[in-house]
C-alpha cells in the first residue's frame, strides 16, 4: 500500500490522480504512485495542449504500457497553463517520482471534484485490495 504521511499538501482521486493547490486557483495535476503502478511501464503519454479550457472529470491525457491504455482525468476545472513536455520523450519520469513529475497545471479554477486526504486516500486503497 502506498505510503502517503509526506504526502499532506496534496489531494487524491479515487481514479488515481492527484492535485497540489499551489494558491486557490492554481493547481499541479499528476497521477498516484498506486495508479501508475496498476500500468507498469509507460511506452507513450499524450498530453493537452496548453490554454485549454477544462472541467472536472474531463480526460486530458492518455497513458500508454505494456499492460494498457489508461485515460487521466481532471480533478479540476479551469484553464491549463502549463504542460510538462518533459514527461513526451521520458514518460517513465512518472514511476520514478509520480508526486514530482506532474502533468500539468491548472489555473483559473473554478470548480473541483471531491477530492480526498492523504489518509482518506490510504484507507480507499485498502477497500481496493
Not at 6 to 23: A, G
Not at 64 to 70: F, I, N, V, Y
Request: proline share 3%.
Amino acid at each position: 500500500m502506498e505510503e502517503l504521511e509526506s504526502l499532506r499538501d496534496y489531494q487524491f482521486t479515487k481514479s488515481h490522480e492527484w492535485v497540489r493547490f499551489l494558491n486557490d486557483h492554481q493547481a499541479l495535476i499528476g497521477i498516484t504512485h498506486h495508479g501508475q503502478k496498476l500500468l507498469g511501464d509507460l511506452v507513450y503519454i499524450t498530453l493537452p495542449a496548453d490554454e485549454e479550457e477544462i472541467e472536472a472529470g474531463e480526460a486530458f491525457a492518455e497513458l500508454a504500457s505494456a499492460r494498457a491504455d489508461s485515460d487521466v482525468y481532471c480533478p479540476v476545472s479551469g484553464r491549463i497553463t502549463k504542460v510538462n513536455m518533459d514527461l513526451l520523450t521520458d514518460p517513465n519520469r512518472i514511476a520514478k517520482d509520480p508526486y514530482e513529475a506532474w502533468m500539468i497545471e491548472v489555473s483559473e479554477i473554478t470548480d473541483h471534484e471531491t477530492l480526498l486526504e492523504a489518509g482518506d486516500y490510504q484507507q480507499f486503497l485498502a477497500t481496493e485490495q
